[in-house]
C-alpha cells in the first residue's frame, strides 16, 4: 500500500494485489470525508479508515463507487451505514453482475465481501457546495462512470475513463467516451488521476482521447508496447462482439 497526499486535502491510497496499481481516492472536507472506491474488500478499507481517523479525526463519511466494477466496489460492505454514491446505472449493474463477478474473481477479496449496493444514486451530477466536492456523470470506459472533482483543489477523479497506456473500452458508445474525455480538458483541474495510474495530467487526457477518436475514425494506431498492443486487442475484441 503506498500513501501519497495530494495537495492540502487529498490521500491517494494505491494498492498492488492485482498486478497493476489500484487506487482509492480520500477528500478531506470540511463536512464529509469523501472515500472514492473501495477496492478489494472490507479487510484493506479498515486500514484506510484507520489512517483517516488517526489523520483527521472522525468525521461522517461518504462514499463514492466510480463504476460497477468489483475492483472498485468490494469494500463497500464496510460502509453499509454510510452514504455510498454512485450512477443509477452502477447499481443496476452490480444487482445484475455484483454476485457473479464475486465467484469468479473471490480469491481477490480481501476480507468477507458482502456484495453491498449504493445507496444514494443520480443520473447527472451531486455538488457538495460546501465542501467544494463535485460528482458527475462521465459515460467512458464503462456507461455507468462517474468521476469526481475536487474543485478546491482543482484535482480529477476519473475512475477508469483514463489508463495508461491507453483507455479500456468496455462501453460500445465510443461518442460518448470521447466527448467525456473532450470535456476533462476543459474541467478546472491540473492533477489527474485514474484508477488504476499515478498522479498524472491534461497530458494522459490528450493521450487516451487520440486513441480513442483513431479507433472512432479507423485510423493509423501505432502499437507503441506489448501493454499497447494487449488492451487495443482487448478492446478490439469486446468492440466487435
Ligand atoms: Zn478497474
New binding site residues.
Partial sequence: MNIKKIRNRGILFTFHDLGIP?NVYIIQGDHYIYIVDTYLGPDIMKLVNQYIEDSFGSKPIIVINT?S?W??VWGNSLYSSSFIIAHEKCKKYMEQDGLKALEKFEKYQKGQVTITYPNLTFTDKILFEEDSVLIYYTPG?TDDGISVLDMKNRVLFA??NLERPIP?TMSKDLNQYMSTLEDYLKIDADIIIG??TDCENKDLIRDNLDYVKKVISGGIIEIKSKEFEEYHKANLAWLNQ
Avoid: L
Wanted: charged share 20%; net charge negative; glycine share 18%.
Fill in positions: 489500484t463504476h466494477h475492483d472498485h470506459h475512475g477508469d479500456y484508477g488504476h
